[in-house]
């Protein structure tokens, strides 16, 4: 198994499925990770020491999932000066406007970088994570460049699928 080296922390056993996505990108670069439910809320003490040990257990990143007011990343961030990015997770009745602007909008000093709402962000988090650990790994590097480059190809092929129905559906003539 590989080295725990991102720490992935969330609010609620219910946030699990925005970080789904995360989980399988580690798993495709071959990144070891930890994930945890803990919460800024419900358990304190237990987030902020997990924060304050992090580095010492040889963590890298943390990523930080929570919806409501979510006070998770911020908290992680004030135990530690690991990079934390933060994954707002939307509920009811805002959206997950409410989380957003709880991760976004930290006071100056103990930043947390904030990815988008929902399943993209958890995936953008994973990949973050792993450019961060990419500038000290340059085997990371070349996968991360490979990801972008298959990726591409992806769209480019769609790109030529598009042309092709709408050339065989008459759009075009
Ligand atoms: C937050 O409250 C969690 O991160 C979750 O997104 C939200 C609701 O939690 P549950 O009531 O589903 O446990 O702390």
């Known amino acids: 198994m590989a080295k725990e080296v991102?720490?992935?922390l969330m609010g609620s056993k219910s946030d699990f499925p925005v970080l789904e996505g995360a989980f399988k990108i580690f798993k495709e670069f071959g990144v070891g990770?930890?994930?945890?439910?803990?919460?800024a809320h419900r358990t304190p003490e237990e987030a902020a020491k997990f924060a304050a040990d992090a580095e010492g257990a040889g963590f890298r990143v943390i990523l930080c999932a929570a919806g409501m007011a979510a006070?998770?990343?911020g908290v992680v961030a004030a135990h530690t000066t690991l990079p934390v990015v933060g994954i707002p997770v939307a509920s009811e009745p805002f959206h997950g406007m409410d989380a957003l602007f709880s991760f976004v909008q930290m006071p100056p000093g103990i930043p947390v970088?904030?990815?988008?709402?929902?399943?993209?962000g958890g995936r953008n988090a994973a990949l973050y994570a792993i450019e961060?650990?990419?500038l000290g790994d340059p085997g990371?590097?070349?996968k991360l460049k490979a990801y972008r480059r298959k990726?591409?190809?992806?769209?480019?092929?769609a790109d030529a699928e598009l042309q092709q129905d709408?050339?065989?559906?008459?759009y075009y003539r």
């Open 113 to 120: 970088a904030t990815v988008t709402a929902g399943k993209a």
């Open 71 to 73: 006070h998770l990343g």
């Open 33 to 39: 990770f930890k994930a945890r439910v803990l919460s």
């Open 166 to 170: 709408l050339e065989d559906a008459g």
């Open 140 to 142: 990371l590097a070349e």
């Open 6 to 8: 991102v720490a992935v």
């Open 132 to 134: 961060i650990l990419a």
């Open 151 to 157: 990726q591409a190809e992806q769209v480019l092929a």
